[in-house]
């Protein structure tokens, strides 16, 4: 059974820091790794897809790379700002279905 | 596009009342998901439809829960009847193809007194 976890579960840091969050899979057998964002009381963003056959996919100040072999994937942000404050999830698709097994997230505060 | 539609957004009731929960998918997407999202147990996947065809409904808690998707425009989770425990966010998600991203509504708040 895929199971996701993301460190750390809550991170603080100032504004203009560069910071990456961590996501562990137990099953490399994936179809697809997802990045998403949720802001309070919203539903979920999409940030970065990466396919299996990918190691990286940039967007912005944002790059998240995959490492399918070790079970891991980061997320990258470079410059931190105030508006970057959310929780950040990210969700693996297994290889036989369309279903997202998502990680329990990373709260983000950047203060000011 | 407006997005995915979700309704209500906001939902309080009794135990015991039946609840529905609507979901209009963005036009042209062939796969939609149900979702549960509580402090407990994080982002829970509930059901998804292929095409209007229920492919996986492994997540449903229990016989409490249905869904249908009628047409490729719109789908329903209902709950009858509904406990306290049911309480959560629930989300709906459409994606079109298998490798596509999926695209969230901004998800009703149910809670059950």
């Known amino acids: 059974k895929q199971e996701v976890t993301q460190i750390p579960a809550a991170l603080s840091v100032p504004e203009g820091e560069n910071l990456v969050l961590n996501c562990s899979f137990t099953d490399s057998a994936i179809y697809n790794l997802q990045w998403f964002r949720q802001d309070p009381g919203k539903g979920l963003t999409s940030l970065l897809l990466i396919q299996s056959s990918q190691r990286e996919q940039t967007s912005g100040r944002l790059n998240a790379s995959l490492d399918k072999s070790s079970g891991r994937s980061t997320l990258y942000i470079a410059a931190s700002q105030p508006g970057d404050s959310a929780t950040y999830l990210c969700?693996?698709?297994?290889?036989?279905?369309?279903?997202?097994?998502f990680g329990t997230g990373t709260l983000l505060a950047v203060q000011p | 596009d407006a997005g995915v539609i979700q309704s209500p957004r906001h939902e309080v009731t009794e135990m015991g009342q039946e609840v529905t929960l609507r979901c209009k998918p963005i036009?042209?997407?062939?796969?939609l998901f149900w979702y549960r999202q509580t402090m407990m147990r994080g982002l829970e996947l509930l059901i998804y439809f292929n095409n209007n065809v229920p492919i996986d409904d492994s997540g449903m808690p229990e016989d409490r829960f249905s869904a249908k998707m009628p047409n490729a425009s719109f789908s329903t989770l209902k709950i009858q009847p509904s406990e306290p425990r049911d309480s959560a966010v629930y989300f709906c998600?459409?994606?079109?193809?298998?490798?596509?991203?999926?695209?969230f509504g901004p998800g009703t708040r149910l809670t059950v007194l």
């Open positions: 998600a459409t994606t079109f193809g298998a490798a596509d991203t999926q695209y």
């Open positions: 036009s042209g997407h062939n796969s």
């Open positions: 969700a693996v698709r297994g290889g036989a279905t369309n279903k997202l097994i």
